[in-house]
């Protein structure tokens, strides 16, 4: 069940319309998106209110201060607190403006109560400086709704976040990863942030930092990429978090809705060993639902790695642009194919495709000979699902039969399933297609991945069939030219 407290009466303030006062091309330099009252009322009731009498809140890109003016609100229907001190960050002169005309009427009611503080300053630098030179008085509370962009290599808050240990790529997680920091045990943190960070290289390090310092109480999931921030038309699956600074992880639970009405919320407990897989050492968070759960459970079949079974998957080694004088629009004596994600439809190659702004082939020389592989049977996995596809992966069998060319190349667009650069075997390359585009393997990956790119290093969490059953999947399949859906999945699900 979602907390109680979610139900309290809240006054809905007159913060600025912001299509009005700050442009799209304005928000978008500022990575910032303002939190809509409904998720500002139902992350504020995620915390356990009865736990101090004295609060220090942290509200880090406080923007116009729907999180602590929400926080606020609720601390005043609680007659036990003696002092509650808000310290905002907010870079934006403009939205300090509002931010500290909401705060403030707090303090100016009762002073001895409320006492806010609004810092425009970096966020960033301020809390570096901080950690460093370790002077700096802990928060017991922090609530964030956190800037959403990339954080150039080469950039000074790259290098500031390096200086403590903090290696991320985007401000939303470098954000969080300072809160951790700032936080004393015992502390809790309600955040709102995409969930891009659950899985993938580059957040690998954020995760193992997160899963280290604080642990999760609470996970909720917009079901619906659209709808969060639908004023911003953000489509990023957003997720809420509750966190707890330190302590003994136990059963996490994991909340659901469709949009920020919370009109249609479900929830359950789900054990930690389901969130995060033992021996993960890519340290993936898993959101499964309920039903999903207990499918995933049910796979006991599926209990192998690529690496146990004897395949490898990588990433397409052509980079076209770093090729450019080598490609060729039409097949030549001396050209190779060269596949694109565009040469695969449902499920099957096509190649050479006229009209289209992509080369079919690439010159065989010794410049590009290192980017060929010889041509065989190969599974491959577009790296950017189509948001119209039901599938998040879609996998085609690169059958030999489609060109006489001994050489074969693949774009980097594409995730390549092979043996040491060679080919498969064909009943595997089959069996292994039909597997990856089956219902069970959607279900599991969607669990740890909110957004269209399938990366290789997603395909190789994944649990696998063995070897003898991918081939008796392939020499199933290959009798049948054209499976539905269904057909596949019962077939995948009569391997339990």
Known sequence: MLPVSYNIEIVDYAFPNQEQVVNSSRRA????????????????SLFDHSKYANIRLLDPGAGFGALSTAFLETCCSNEWMKKVEVVAYEIDPFFKVNLLKHLEKYSNINSNLFSVNVIEKDFIEESVNSILSKKFKKFTHAILNPPYKKINSQSVHRQLLHNIGIETVNLYTAFLALTMHLVEDGGEIVAIIPRSFCNGSYYKSFREDLLKKVSIKQIHLFNARDKAFKDDSVLQENIIMHLVKGGNQGDVLLSFSNDDSFSDCSSYQCPFENILNDNDEEFFIRIPSEKDLSSLIESRSLKYTLAEINIEVSTGPVVDFRLKEFLCFQSQSDTAPLLYPCHFEKNNICWPKDNIKKPNAIKITQETEKWLWPNGFYVVVRRVSSKEEKRRIVASVVNPGFS?????????????????????????????????????????FRSFNGHTQVNATDLRSLKYPGREQLFEIGNWVQNYSDLTQDEIDKKIESLD
């Open 404 to 444: 006489n060319s001994t050489k074969i190349a693949f774009e980097n667009h594409l995730n390549v399933f092979h043996f040491g650069k060679n080919e498969l075997d064909r009943d595997l390359a089959y069996g292994l297609a039909a597997f990856l585009n089956s219902s069970r393997v959607d279900t599991s």
């Open 29 to 44: 330099e500022l990575g910032q998106y303002m939190t809509p009252h409904q998720i500002a009322r139902f992350m504020v």
